[in-house]
């Protein structure tokens, strides 16, 4: 099983980036997926849920409107769309597949939002 993230950086407040996450070893079109983020010093914390079909999703309060989850069955990808950007986005943003017992994680992306 491996998920593999792509696309963190250093980005200006306002600005905007896109995570990936491509995802092999397991029946991904299977498994609900997360976006996950761990600012320094902090918990990890869910960032935004998206279900096995794409038909729904949702998010934490402090990134409604601003970030999009979305996810590719054929291509086994799930992305993370982040807009208006702010210093406290700033964290390692880590992909997740879950389903029942199973729960796997990938090894997270850096973002950081920064003048």
């Known amino acids: 099983v491996q998920l593999v993230e792509s696309g963190g950086g250093l980005v200006q407040p306002g600005g905007s980036l896109r995570l990936s996450c491509a995802a092999s070893?397991?029946?991904?079109?299977?498994?609900?997926m997360n976006w996950y983020r761990q600012p320094p010093g902090k918990e990890r914390e869910l960032v935004a849920v998206i279900s096995s079909a794409g038909v729904t999703t949702n998010y934490a309060d402090s990134v409604k409107g601003r970030f999009t989850i979305s996810r590719d069955n054929a291509k086994s990808t799930v992305n993370l769309e982040m807009n208006s950007l702010k210093p406290e986005d700033t964290a390692v943003y880590y992909c997740n597949a879950r389903r029942f017992e199973y729960n796997y994680w990938g090894q997270g992306t850096q973002v950081t939002v920064s003048s």
């Open positions: 070893g397991f029946t991904f079109s299977s498994y609900v």
